[in-house]
């Protein structure tokens, strides 16, 4: 006879399926059970869909709508990750509602269970039997690592050479099982000599069925359906309903992010939050793409800014907010002109008129940039003002004038130069941004752009400046300014004439030391302190001859110095 069969658990007559569950449930025929509870089951079962479900839940709930983090559409690989989570709920799910199925029907807890004659493994309706009366020998060992027990082999050996093990891991119940065995295999000996059937039937609940009575019992399934229950048996099906799920799930969860996202957008009408969309939405792309000037336009418009304006005409040039944005810079540079007009010298009606078109060119042409270009006296007008210097010796006596052209050569005028751009730079951002109107040094006047043409030629005065102590004279300078506001393509110039005369009296500040003693101050110091001066009351005047004395930008000039 066969040592091993398979039956169908359906297939069964309903007496055997009752002496089934009789001898399961009798501890005069069971040997033991390797049976995990229904309550345990359910249990294990559940926390594991639990922990899925957790774990999809965080997986979804990772930057949901988040317009920069959220990169969910380009990320397929969560598919993957979500069908894996999947399974898991799948089969828990499954695995829990086939337990309560088997259950119902057995009326006892699929497991696998050993009896005198019969080793049976029920946990599917395909049930798998050992016949232990063809056992040939049978082994029970217990395993321990270091000097701990860890479990029992019981090792059955049967006469067609084939070998099945059951492991229990409790030595307490391992002894039991052995004890129990020993003895009931001798009483399902005794019963079988004492033609004691009704204990036969007890000790191998499935005996007429392995001997032939219900072929039908044995299943002969067709090559068809034994594919099927392998598919089943390593749980295709839900492998392929885990990746449909999760291919549905990752759709659907990024349709819902995608809507929140564009939601979200609308909400709050930003430019970070409309280019979040653009670059991971996916169903109102277009609509966003239109919408988007118009947002960026409202969000800079709170700026006050006329170069992130600007920046719109470049960015968006098909746009329909361009004259908007042509209307906004407007109204700033309108803005600023009103501060100007009141703070400015008003009695002068050709600054104002200047001024206006100045704004007026720098708006239309978007360039806030003023050349500021001075226009230095040249070396044959410095060598002329050392040739008159020394035509007055002769009107001292016994004093030698210092010529000055050579401290007042170009090396030594651009830094007195750059303090008075400074100085117009300071009172205008008073009142200009300078993405409205930008002062800024210029060697060369340009033609095309604005410009602050400021020409100065310097002559004696007819001061002369002495020491008591030493023979030496300067002459005091007259510097002459004469500056004009040029617009292009405007011939109307705002234009005035400035001079300033030298000090009646200055102190000039040198070291000396001990060892070379120095009698008199170095003759370049002393002309460089005249120029000093001379500049210091130009910055003053060119501020006074475009703002009033009680303004507030004249008055923070002439607290700065400047």
Partial sequence: MRAFYQLDYDALPRDVKKQLARSVRSPDYLVHADAMSNRSWYLRHAALMAACIFFIYLAAASSFGDPVNDLAWDNTGLIVWYAILFFGVVYAGHEIWQRMQLSAKFRFAPGCYLFPLALVDIRSNKIAVHDLAQLRKFDATHHESNGRYQKTIFSFNFNDGTRKDLVINNQNQAEIALGKFNIYKTKARDAFHDRDIASLYGFDPLLD????????????????????????????????????????????????????????????????????????????????????????????????????????????????????????????????MQKFREQAVNSDTALIRSMEQLLKFAEEHDDPNVAVNFNRPTESDLSQLDAVLKLKEKQIRGKQIIPAATYFANNSATVRETRIIQGIRSAFSSIFPNDVLSFNASPVAPDNAPSLQITYQIEPSGEIFGSEKHDNAFVGMLVRFKAALIVP??????????????????????????????????????????AERAFDKLALKINAAFFRPDSAVYMKQLKNGL
Avoid at 275 to 280: D, R
Avoid at 499 to 504: G, K, S
């Fill in 209 to 336: 069925v392995r001997r032939n009575k219900w072929r039908e019992a044995h299943g002969a399934a067709s090559l068809g359906k034994r594919f099927i229950n392998q598919l089943t048996q390593f749980k295709v099906p839900l492998l392929v309903l885990a990746i449909f799920i999760a291919a549905l799930f990752w759709y659907g969860r990024n349709a819902a992010a995608d809507k929140k996202m564009y939601l979200n957008a609308k909400h709050l009408q930003t430019e970070a939050a409309y280019l979040g969309y653009l670059a991971h939405g996916k169903f109102k792309i277009a609509e966003m793409q239109a919408e988007l000037p118009r947002v960026v336009f409202n969000e800079v418009q709170k700026k006050n800014s006329v170069t992130m304006l600007r920046q719109l005409k470049l960015r968006f040039p098909q746009s329909d907010i361009l004259p908007d944005v042509s209307e906004e810079i407007h109204v700033l540079y309108d803005s600023s």
């Fill in 489 to 530: 393509e405007i011939k109307d110039r705002w234009k005035f004439d400035l001079e300033v005369t030298p000090p009646d009296t200055f102190k000039v500040e040198y070291q000396t030391s001990s060892r070379d003693p120095v009698k008199q101050a170095p003759e370049g110091q002393v002309y460089a302190v005249m």
